[in-house]
């Protein structure tokens, strides 16, 4: 999330609270002119204009990165760009303190918060590590009054800290959660009962406590201001006669995301309720226990049909094939499609794609196999976002998709910016011509769940691949790699990959080489994970000149000593460097099991856990 | 399989088995002990550890062991590996309950892990030490005395083999493995 654009509320907020206007008589800062002359006219004092212009200027700088250079200019740009600034991102949690950035940004409407790094999703890291939302609520409800949008990355949010946000900010719009824990239904019910200008809850793959209270209720009984409601993630029954009810007393509602527990003949009662849907998250998509024959009868195809704004499906959860082709009528329109839940063959697929020739963006399983993966080359000319996740996560040697259906994609979908492909075995050839056809890729990520696995065909390592596509896509800034790889992988990616900002590494590499490629070479890296490498302390040495400049490094299995990463926290002090056992019950072993380190302002923070040190 | 225990013959083992008094669960052998400890915290519990049922049984690699990475590990589950979030793996997970007539205790299986019905009712017999024996359209399960059953999204009871397994792999929410006279009537069908 960058800076709220919304600039007209603020605009007006802010002609109140301006600096005396430039009526010399008025103006407390003026000083005499000291022309020879000896005249007495006073002018303005000249920064004051400044920061009148700055301020006035400023307003229109959305873009942090502009924000962050423009405040470095001097103290007076620092000030007034501190004054403007609506939007408030915070990358890591723990890089500054809630008291210190809600200081310097005294009139911020929204904020963003990142807490945990990304590979805690995969259970790396014993729960209860920290990232807490509390302290930042609770900051914030003293300095905000007017926050209307919260945005929570991998944080920890109790229902309690629900209820501070709820009870704080009157005017409160938005909340959007992703990836975060620690709150259940009783949460979600504050929100929608005192935040009545609720436009937007947004649960993303959040794990959400089932407390049995029936939060859906919790809304107000008149009409609501609500226009997208996300809770494909909550895994608890809901009260479906009052979500139909709070639909139909949303007339402005734009997105609505089910969950599994919400079957296919009610999702048809709630379509029928709402045809001006644009994003629309279909729940389980089949008949649940104890709604059998009647739902089988209902005109799907109707209500899909009646839907002309959709743009967005989703959901899929339980599918029944046979009801699939009830979506023939939205799929011309389609820019995203999200097949991700919907074990369906390539039969079952290409009917449906084959109509979805505006998709953008499209998340499927390879249960569609290398034939549906062409099907969608062979159609969507306009894909910018491909994801292929696997039905069953496990290393297997056979996996019913492979370079064929990357070849095909990169032969089809040349606009394509972003991948995520999860495969059994792959060849340089496929990924070399996916780096030739697709030059337009910022974002490459390929898991071929056989670690250490070489080329498929050829037996070598995938070096060849990845250096190709550094080498080839002059836009990357994401990369994820896989595979049987050597220190050459790494040669390439710093040398070619200048532009490269995330980095994630697991099961590669032959030396501590390996890591310093990445770290002398590659000047723009923020975000660096790596896990079970061959990475030891003289590799971590070599990014001593570079950890100021990244968000993170997480190195967890390699073969850093304990030595080794004191020997980083005392060269910089600025930097926090956490030492972490993966399992708590577990001896220390020779080797750091995981490190992570961030630069931060405030030092060791005050909640770690017992399994972190820091050193 | 890690320790399993391979019968001469699974109808002289199967009688013997059946009748013999032990504290366990059923289809509880020697591959069980084999198994990896328990994960210390909940969340920590990777799925590949939930899927012990399966007939492999697979010992989850922990951090603390220096990794031997100039040899190639044989396949063993990691933790975190291959990276999918906790909340996709259970998503596309279809544990049902497995009962098995006379048997105390109910099993659980992932059913989505299984790709056909030779390998499901292999994981079966596997797990409960018994024979099922081979499917035919007409005759159901014939040259033995179980005949797997299973209960559908609609609540009724189906002989499993019948629709194409992707069908029944989406639809099935019970599994029941029927014993003596009520198998032998489905036979007769």
């Known amino acids: 999330m960058g800076d709220d654009p919304s600039s007209s509320s603020q605009m007006s907020e802010d002609d109140d609270d301006r600096s005396p206007p430039l009526d010399p008589s008025s103006s407390n800062k003026a000083r005499n002119c000291s022309s020879g002359s000896g005249c007495d006219y006073i002018i303005p004092y000249p920064d004051q204009v400044l920061e009148n212009v700055l301020e006035n200027v400023l307003c229109f700088l959305t873009a942090r990165q502009d924000r962050n250079a423009a405040s470095l200019v001097c103290k007076s740009w620092y000030r007034a760009e501190a004054l403007t600034r609506s939007g408030l991102f915070i990358g890591n949690c723990y890089a500054v303190s809630p008291r210190r950035a809600t200081a310097r940004f005294t009139r911020v409407r929204a904020v963003s918060i990142k807490g945990k790094p990304r590979f805690a999703d995969f259970n790396l890291m014993p729960p209860n590590w920290g990232a807490h939302f509390r302290p930042w609520v609770s900051a914030m409800a003293k300095a905000y009054p007017w926050l209307e949008k919260v945005y929570l990355k991998r944080m920890s949010v109790t229902d309690d800290d629900l209820a501070l946000l709820a009870e704080s900010f009157p005017g409160f719009k938005e909340l959007l959660l992703v990836c975060c824990d620690g709150f259940g239904t009783s949460g979600l019910a504050v929100v929608a009962s005192k935040c009545r200008q609720l436009k937007v809850l947004d649960l993303i793959e959040s794990e959400v406590l089932d407390d049995d209270v029936d939060w859906i209720c919790c809304f107000p009984e008149s009409l609501t201001c609500l226009e997208s409601l996300i809770f494909d993630c909550v895994e608890c029954h809901i009260n479906f006669e009052a979500l139909e009810r709070l639909v139909m007393r949303s007339p402005l509602l734009k997105k609505l995301r089910l969950n599994r527990h919400v079957s296919i003949g009610q999702l048809h009662r709630l379509m029928v309720r709402a045809p001006q849907l644009t994003h629309l998250g279909t729940g389980s998509f089949s008949t649940l226990e104890g709604n059998p024959q009647g739902d089988q009868e209902l005109d799907y195809v109707s209500a899909f049909a009646a839907c002309k704004s959709l743009v967005c499906l989703s959901g899929f959860r339980e599918i029944l094939p046979d009801q699939l082709p009830a979506i023939y009528p939205v799929c011309a329109n389609l820019t995203n499609l999200n097949f991700s839940y919907a074990n369906i063959t390539a039969e079952q697929l290409i009917p449906v794609i084959r109509h979805c020739h505006k998709l953008q963006i499209f998340w499927v399983l390879d249960s569609v196999c290398d034939e549906g993966l062409k099907a969608v080359a062979a159609t969507c000319k306009e894909l910018r976002e491909l994801r292929v996740f696997p039905v069953n996560a496990r290393e297997d040697t056979e996996g019913p998709v492979s370079e064929v259906g990357l070849q095909a994609i990169s032969e089809g979908c040349r606009k394509l910016q972003s991948i995520l492909y999860f495969c059994q075995r792959m060849t340089n050839a496929a990924v070399i011509a996916m780096s030739k056809n697709c030059p337009d890729l910022v974002v490459f990520r390929l898991c071929i769940m056989g670690r250490h696995r070489p080329d498929h065909a050829t037996g070598e390592s995938m070096d060849e691949g990845f250096g190709a596509i550094v080498m080839n896509c002059k836009k990357l800034t994401r990369l994820a790699v896989s595979g049987l790889l050597t220190d050459q992988a790494f040669s390439y990616i710093g040398q070619f990959g200048k532009l490269v900002r995330t980095l994630s590494v697991a099961f590669a590499g032959d030396s501590d080489m390996g890591l310093k490629y990445l770290l002398e070479g590659c000047p723009k890296l923020q975000k660096l994970e790596i896990r079970d490498s061959p990475f030891g302390d003289s590799a971590l040495r070599s990014g001593l000149h570079h950890y100021y400049n990244m968000r993170f490094l997480w190195m967890s299995s390699c073969l850093l000593t304990r030595e080794g990463c004191q020997d980083v926290a005392q060269a910089l002090p600025r930097l926090v460097v956490e030492v972490m056992k993966s399992d708590e019950e577990e001896e220390t072993g020779e080797y750091v099991d995981i490190l992570y380190l961030y630069r931060s302002l405030e030092g060791q923070r005050d909640d770690i856990p017992k399994f972190v040190d820091i050193l | ?189």
């Open chain 2, 1 to 189: 399989m890690e320790g399993s225990v391979s019968y001469e013959s699974h109808d002289e083992q199967l009688n013997f088995k059946a009748t013999e008094l032990r504290l366990g669960l059923p289809g509880s052998g020697i591959e069980e002990s084999a198994a990896s400890p328990p994960p210390s915290t909940k969340k920590r519990a990777s799925p590949e550890q939930d899927s012990a049922d399966n007939e492999e049984c697979r010992s989850s690699t922990t951090d603390d062991e220096t990794p031997d990475l100039t040899s190639r590990p044989s396949k063993t589950q990691v933790v975190g590996w291959p990276p999918i979030r906790s909340y996709r793996k259970n998503a596309m997970q279809a544990y049902v309950k497995v009962s098995v007539d006379g048997a105390p205790y109910l099993r659980k299986i992932d059913i989505k892990v299984y790709k056909s019905y030779p390998e499901l009712l292999k994981a079966l017999e596997e797990m409960f030490k018994l024979t099922i024996g081979s499917y035919s359209e007409r005759e159901g399960y014939n040259g033995s005395e179980f005949a797997p059953t299973y209960q559908d999204k609609d609540g009724d009871w189906m002989l499993v083999g019948d629709v194409p397994w992707s069908m029944f792999s989406s639809s099935c929410k019970r599994l029941r493995i029927m014993k003596g006279s009520e198998a032998r009537g489905l036979a007769c069908l």
